[in-house]
């Protein structure tokens, strides 16, 4: 690995797909490190897919989380500890307090499965196929206090196909993360995404 690499830490909770659509990318020509995985499960298949790659993973369980603010406080000295720059949600199925956020200002990203600010929640998917939309999407974001509502990096839309079940849906949906969150990632590893005084993401070039 090289110095210019962007670290970054992975929290996660699930299966860890996206993850290892990160760490694919990155072993083809994404400037990106991935330096400790955080599981809030100590089940999670994408702590496997951490451990196969050789990448240092810590878990928490529901015990831990009993105080949410000494749980990020562990977190936050696991992935000091290991250099992480930024702080990459991936599945991550718990909202972070402000003791992450402010130790990683505008420098912890969310993923959801929506075009926010459409379809906030846990259940974004199911929950856009119920309402019939043509279109819904994935959203990249940074994460703030407010739930689903941090400044808006990059979106990419997804169509909702005639002949949709919510299962197809939900591959598409996946499909398009593992794309966009690497793509992401690259344009902040090249120094192109900044907030602005309003609150607002810039991609320069």
């Known amino acids: 690995m090289t110095d210019d ?18 760490l694919d990318e990155a072993a083809r020509d994404l400037p990106v490190e991935v330096v400790k995985v955080v599981s809030s499960r100590p089940d999670a298949y994408g702590i496997e897919r951490a451990r196969a790659a050789g990448i240092p993973v810590v ?9 949410p603010a000494a749980a990020d406080r562990f ?12 702080v990459v949600m991936a599945g991550y199925m718990r909202k972070v307090t402000p003791v992450i956020l402010d130790a990683y200002p505008n420098r912890v990203i969310n993923l959801h499965p929506a075009l926010l600010p459409a379809f906030p929640g846990a259940h974004a998917i199911r929950d856009a196929f119920e309402a019939g939309v043509k279109v819904t999407g994935v959203t990249v974001h940074f994460a703030n206090e407010q739930y689903d509502r941090g400044p808006i990096i990059a979106q990419r839309a997804v169509a909702v ?8 849906l939900e591959a598409r949906i996946h499909d398009t993360e593992h794309l966009l969150y690497p793509e992401v990632l690259g344009l902040i590893a090249d120094g192109r995404v900044s907030v602005d005084n309003r609150g607002k993401v810039r991609i320069d070039g």
Do not use: K, P
């Open 5 to 22: 690499r962007l670290r970054i830490g992975v929290l996660l909770s699930g299966g860890g797909t996206n993850l290892q659509a990160i």
């Open 59 to 67: 878990w928490l369980n529901c015990e831990a989380y009993a105080d």
């Open 75 to 86: 977190i936050v000295g696991e992935l000091a500890a290991a250099g992480a720059q930024y």
């Open 161 to 168: 196909r005639e002949d949709d079940t919510l299962e197809t």
